[in-house]
C-alpha cells in the first residue's frame, strides 16, 4: 500500500493525489477469485524448493 502511495506521489499528478488508495487495492483484490493467495503460496513454494535443488546439485557437482 505504501509503495502505491509513493508512486503516485511520485509522478505528481493531482488526481493520483485524491485516490483512496486502501480502496483501490481493496477493489481490486476483490476481483479476484479466493484461490488466488493459495495459488501464490503453492507457487512461491515450488520456487523456493526448486532454487534450493539448483543450489544443492551445483554444490554437490
Do not use: C, Y
Amino acid at each position: 500500500m505504501t509503495s502505491v502511495r509513493t508512486a503516485f506521489a511520485r509522478k505528481g499528478d493531482p488526481m493520483l493525489g485524491r485516490i483512496d488508495v486502501p480502496a483501490l487495492l481493496k477493489a481490486a483484490e476483490s476481483g479476484f477469485p479466493s484461490w488466488v493467495p493459495v495459488l501464490q503460496n503453492v507457487r512461491h513454494t515450488v520456487v523456493f524448493a526448486g532454487s534450493v535443488l539448483a543450489l544443492a546439485a551445483t554444490v554437490l557437482a
